[in-house]
């Protein structure tokens, strides 16, 4: 995968995959929340299992019922935030 690329892939709310995988923040059978290079995606569900894991390739693979996926701003992003207001 080239560096900077991110896809995420889900089919029948039962398995997906996501590309761009920079970090795994959390995981456990209800959520899964992971660092790619368009932010930090938050997959909420049950039973989610990670099925396969490669950051240095930047891939994850995971199966489960899927009830919400979402995306929020990387750790970086935040922390850029937050020195820009304190010495902004």
């Not at 991110?6 to 970090?23: A, F, L, M, P, Y």
């Not at 930090?40 to 490669?54: A, P």
């Amino acid at each position: 995968m080239e560096s900077g690329q991110h896809r995420i892939s889900w089919e029948q709310r039962q398995s997906g995959t996501i590309t761009g995988v920079k970090d795994v923040i959390t995981f456990d059978e209800n959520q899964v929340q992971v660092e790619t290079v368009m932010g930090i995606v938050t997959v909420t569900g049950k039973d989610l299992q990670v099925k396969r894991l490669s950051v240095e390739q930047g891939e994850m693979e995971l199966s489960g019922t899927l009830h919400q996926l979402t995306y929020s701003e990387s750790r970086q992003q935040k922390g850029k935030r937050l020195l820009g207001r304190l010495f902004g």
